[in-house]
């Protein structure tokens, strides 16, 4: 009989599959990515609902070795996880393919049962990012490390933010793709996931963390669940999709509750329409009856922190 879906990391990590998280640069890609491992390598997490713990392989082609090792520490502090050992290896290759170093990720999983993390496909330097082949040649060699699961990080176009940049066969070879988008603010930075690709699994709703910095010379220091009021703009930047235009006048409200009734005056969709969305999206919720009349808020999305081990 056939195993049911596992996640290392709900929803976003299947094991035996792969994810491609992807967003503009500078959009916190490599803080999750880097939590992520922190996360699934100690056993758990205040940020993600880490299922199952398993050691991690962050393959760094993109920064020195020394910023890694900074902004490992400052997450730890950032996750108040200064009581767990991270159990991370890192395979510092900057500068180098990802083929250079094939061999030394293979022994790595040959050795441990864990995920691997690549970071990133702009810097493995298989080809054209826009070539089928090259694209083809990414997935192909992520599927045959044998990893417990594998996630890489990819950027978007200058002039799209809503797909990863390269070749098709990126997106057709991954299991999950997640589109990261970001609300930079004073000392804080919002981050969104959306799971816009998804094989063997449902629909999960958009899932809000807020980064923050003491100072803009110096790594993360806070990083935290958010909810939908925290960052507004990540709500609204999707366009003026139904679900968009009754958050928008949710959120133009003082009190962030109104009836059906206010919501169709204020937006100018039939009452149907409304009433139809506001019971299907998981991103409003029934605040209370008076009469006969239904008041609606935004949810406020958190997270307990709770984990469990397999």
Do not use: C
């Not at 500068?95 to 995920?115: F, H, I, M, P, Q």
């Not at 083809?136 to 799209?160: C, E, K, L, Q, Y």
């Not at 999206?281 to 081990?309: C, D, H, M, N, P």
């Amino acid at each position: 009989e056939p195993e049911p879906v596992s996640f290392g990391v709900r929803p976003y990590i299947i094991q035996g599959a792969g994810t491609i998280f992807f967003a503009p640069q500078g959009s916190g890609k490599s803080y999750l990515l880097q939590s992520i491992a922190l996360g699934v390598a100690s056993g758990g997490s205040p940020i993600w609902d880490v299922q199952v713990a398993s050691p991690i392989l962050y393959v760094n082609l993109e920064r020195s070795p020394n910023e890694m090792l900074l902004r490992e520490r400052a997450l730890v502090r950032a996750l108040g996880m200064q009581n767990k050992p991270t159990g991370v290896s890192y395979l510092n290759a900057r500068g180098r393919s990802l083929n250079a170093v094939r061999n030394l990720v293979r022994d790595w999983t040959k050795r441990n049962e864990g995920g691997v993390i690549i970071d990133s496909i702009s810097r493995s330097q298989f080809g054209d990012l826009n070539e089928n082949q090259t694209g083809s040649t990414f997935v192909d060699f992520m599927h045959a490390v044998r990893a417990r699961w594998w996630a890489a990080i990819g950027h978007t176009p200058r002039d799209n933010k809503g797909h990863l940049y390269g070749s098709t066969m990126y997106d057709a070879g991954a299991d999950v793709m997640v589109k990261v988008s970001h609300d930079p603010q004073e000392t804080k930075v919002g981050v969104s996931l959306d799971i816009t690709k998804a094989n063997s699994i449902g629909r999960f709703p958009n899932e809000y963390i807020s980064l923050e910095f003491d100072s803009p010379d110096q790594p993360i220091s806070r990083m935290e669940r958010a909810n939908t009021r925290s960052f507004p703009n990540l709500v609204l930047q999707k366009g003026q999709s139904e679900e968009d235009r009754i958050t928008s006048v949710l959120l133009d409200t003082d009190r962030s509750e109104l009836s059906v009734g206010e919501i169709v005056d204020r937006t100018g969709m039939s009452y149907s329409n409304v009433s139809d969305r506001l019971k299907a999206s998981s991103q409003f919720e029934l605040a209370r009856k008076e009469g006969r009349k239904a008041i609606y808020r935004l949810v406020e999305r958190r997270f307990s922190g709770e984990t469990s081990e397999k």
